[in-house]
């Protein structure tokens, strides 16, 4: 019997255990004593960890912040670094998000893409390994995080506190693996004099502000230009109300990633662009569309950056008003070629004038694997092996994974080209089949890890 027929067998009892972690509501909570990430993500940790056990592996939890899952000897460790917190399940669902329902072909539940189903295939990946004989050279560690949608301090307290792992990957990406993640900077732009009464729009830092209210003088702007002014721009909605001596902006504009800001449409952008156009004379208003602007590409601060892996993209999140003073959240994501410390340099003759100011508040690196590299290449041939797909290559990304926080991994899996699961979003969901294809490839990819030396 080969191995798909092998997980075939096993796919019923695959989606009883996955069950069983989509029950765990493991959106992060307030901490309390002896589980730092709240109630959910240590109930679901435990859970994950008994099942583990049950299917004959060794467990340990680390203080409820990350766990792991077991097998073979040796001072080497293959690595699998999966999560079991979620975000939360929103408004909107079709089914229950905390019941895992089947509907034909799919299953539906919050994490079953990201990343509980993943947990399942790497675990039932190991324990077809271990099955089958195959000698067990080193050790095969799943481990499992409580805190990646929340910040990685998980993974944080693994590195001071757990052993290195050799090599390995972490099943919270993409299919056939990503061999690079680019760096991030988060500044923060100011007002320094403005006309402006308030505005304030965005939730998030690493989203495109989507919605945004302004709030400005009667005196400063008439209201017919801006009405007609705002007509001239992508937004999908607007609105100029008069009030008693103010104006009032409503702006609807397209939600996107700060990974790809270009997809989306900046609400608080296209209103400082139609206040300009309009005819509105304001020192923050001149600035922001100078150093921010329309444009995601951070050449308002000198920043544009393109190489062969990626362009260096640029993203307004949130834009909130405080004691008179404008704020605006800026993310960076920057091409793997380039350094923290060429970004500062590039940026900092751009960062202050009379008008506003920008201050950069933190930047990380970016991970790079040569795509020849030993490590992809295993994981690649997995990929290929199993599927047969060879247009798809391994790629870079402006997002971050656990591949940032654990050295000596990447992203590999578990969403495959060309699929939409609705990860992060109402009606998340998992093709049996494609659970199925994970196992088989992680399978394989365990093989070839521990055969390289």
């Not at 959106?27 to 109930?43: L, M, R, S």
Request: hydrophobic share 35%; aromatic share 8%.
């Amino acid at each position: 019997m080969n191995s798909m027929d092998q997980i075939k067998n096993q796919t019923d009892e695959m989606l009883t255990q996955l069950s069983r972690l989509i029950r765990h509501n493991s959106v992060q909570g307030p901490a309390t004593e002896g589980k730092p990430f709240g109630e959910g993500p240590a109930a679901a940790l435990k859970e994950a960890l008994d099942i583990a056990s049950e299917l004959g592996f060794s467990t340990v939890n680390m203080e409820n912040y990350c766990g792991y899952a077991e097998m073979g000897e040796g001072p080497d460790i293959v690595g699998i670094v999966a999560h079991l917190d979620v975000v939360p399940a929103g408004e909107g669902w079709d089914t229950d998000p905390f019941t895992m329902t089947r509907k034909k072909d799919r299953v539906y539940g919050r994490g079953v893409s990201d990343d509980k189903g993943a947990v399942i295939a790497s675990l039932y990946a190991m324990k077809l390994l271990r099955d089958s004989g195959f000698p067990l050279n080193k050790r095969v560690r799943l481990l499992m995080g409580c805190n990646e949608e929340s910040g990685s301090e998980c993974m944080k307290y693994y590195a001071r506190h757990g052993e290195p792992i050799t090599a390995g990957f972490t099943p919270d990406g993409y299919f056939p693996g990503i061999h690079g993640e680019k760096g991030l900077c988060a500044m923060t732009a100011y007002s320094k004099n403005t006309h402006i009464l308030s505005m304030n729009g965005g939730f998030v830092t690493n989203a495109v502000c989507s919605r945004c209210v302004t709030e400005v003088p009667l005196t400063c702007v008439d209201a017919a230009k801006l009405e007609a002014a705002l007509s001239k721009t992508p937004l999908s909605a607007s609105s100029v109300t008069v009030l008693e001596d103010r104006l009032r902006i409503e702006a609807q504009g397209t939600a996107a990633h700060a990974s790809t800001p270009e997809l989306g449409v900046n609400a608080a952008a296209y209103t400082m662009w139609a206040l300009k156009e309009a005819g509105m004379q304001d020192d923050f208003v001149d600035f922001y569309l100078s150093h921010l602007g329309t444009d995601c590409d951070g050449s308002g601060i000198g920043c544009q950056f393109t190489d062969a892996y990626g362009s260096l993209t640029f993203n307004n999140g949130i834009v909130e008003t405080k004691d008179g003073v404008i704020r605006c959240t800026i993310d960076i994501r920057y091409p793997v070629t380039l350094s923290s410390e060429k970004l500062r340099a590039m940026a900092a003759p751009h960062l202050e004038n009379a008008q506003g100011r920008i201050e950069i508040n933190h930047a990380s690196e970016p991970l790079f694997y040569p795509e020849d590299s030993p490590l992809v290449q295993n994981l690649y041939h997995a990929y290929v092996e199993v599927t047969g797909d060879t247009s798809h290559k391994p790629m870079v990304i402006g997002g971050g994974t656990y591949a940032k926080s654990i050295p000596g991994i990447i992203a590999f899996g578990c969403e495959f080209p060309d699929t939409d699961n609705h990860i992060h979003d109402v009606n998340e969901s998992l093709d049996i089949h494609e659970l199925q294809m994970q196992t088989a490839i992680y399978l394989k990819a365990l093989e070839n890890l521990l055969a390289d030396h």
